[in-house]
């Protein structure tokens, strides 16, 4: 005769929480992730992981980044905070470099999910680029020698500055058309417009920032603009901005702004002066990537990505946004 053992559903059923880490331990990691979810900050780790010398100095990652020094500051000491970094001071420099204990784990990050994100869909037609940049850099400069004889009350060589450093932004992630020098002029005298805006005069502005500037950002900043009436001002920008504006949310645009100011619509780089300029900076779903400017406030809008959403997921997102924007009109307007 064999014996049976009765297992009752209670005990069938009880979760083993023998293996799961502690809460401790868990909020410490989710730290860590959350930290290191923006690209910006994954490419200075890389950088500094994989430095021969050990270690890296904020001059270099501010040139590996192509952002101003204090915004590499910035996210340095996120990811010091977590533990990963250990900083020295020599001089006026700052260096930094992985944290004993944390190498393997950084080394496996990396190691991990790199080749996954290096892989692209298409093949890159360098030569062809490259041509296509020493063709387009003769108009790069004509039109720069051109806004700095028409904007004689600023710094000529600012002003070409600005518009050989709005190019070299755009061009980064947008594929060379025949409107890359419109686009590079529209983004040049923006942010001229910025370098020069006083916060204290004129309509409050509002700056909408996302990862790729290519779906909600834009979306909130037209919404804005439609329901302001002029009384406020709504722009948009992107960490790590996209080639172009997603189809869908372009339909959108074309719905609340008409055609041909949502066939203008294209995806712009986040710059200093663009959060400087900004009465409000609403980011959405692109972490701490914005320098904390005095008199600037922020928020954070949990919000919805149209790229993963359905059809039906993105008028969800567009009422969401709709919602919130009235909301913020409220404390910006009588």
Request: charged share 25%; net charge negative; glycine share 6%.
């Amino acid at each position: 005769m064999t014996d049976t053992t009765v297992i009752s559903d209670a005990d069938a059923c009880a979760p083993s929480t023998a293996h799961a880490i502690g809460t401790e331990a868990a909020t410490t990691v989710a730290g860590a992730l959350k930290a290191l979810a923006d690209p910006l900050r994954l490419r200075m780790l890389s950088a500094i992981a994989t430095d021969p010398r050990g270690e890296s100095c904020v001059c270099d990652l501010a040139d590996l980044a192509e952002v101003s020094q204090p915004t590499v500051s910035h996210h340095l000491k996120v990811l010091k905070e977590t533990g990963m970094l250990l900083s020295e001071r020599r001089g006026t420099w700052v260096y930094y470099r992985i944290a004993p204990g944390k190498q393997r784990a950084v080394a496996a990050l990396l190691d991990a999910f790199a080749p996954a994100a290096a892989v692209t869909d298409e093949p890159e037609d360098t030569a062809a680029r490259a041509e296509a940049l020493q063709q387009m850099d003769a108009r790069v400069t004509r039109l720069a020698d051109e806004l700095a004889d028409e904007l004689t009350g600023l710094n000529r060589d600012l002003v070409i500055a600005i518009v050989r450093e709005s190019y070299a932004g755009l061009v980064r992630s947008a594929k060379l058309t025949a409107h890359m020098i419109p686009l590079t002029e529209r983004f040049a005298r923006q942010r001229l417009a910025d370098l020069t805006r006083d916060r204290s005069a004129g309509v409050p502005q509002v700056l909408f920032v996302c990862v790729q500037n290519a779906g909600r950002s834009q979306l909130a900043a037209a919404i804005v603009n439609q329901l302001a009436g002029g009384k406020v001002v709504a722009r948009s920008a992107g960490s790590t901005p996209a080639v172009d504006v997603h189809p869908h949310v372009r339909s959108l645009l074309v719905e609340i702004e008409g055609e041909q100011d949502a066939g203008d619509a294209f995806p712009k780089p986040l710059t200093d002066d663009a959060v400087r300029a900004a009465d409000v900076v609403v980011t959405m779903g692109c972490g701490d990537v914005c320098p904390i400017i005095p008199g600037v406030r922020y928020e954070d809008w949990a919000v919805g990505d149209p790229a993963l959403a359905s059809p039906e997921g993105v008028d969800a997102i567009r009422h969401d946004i709709e919602g919130r924007v009235r909301d913020l009109l409220a404390t910006l307007t009588d």
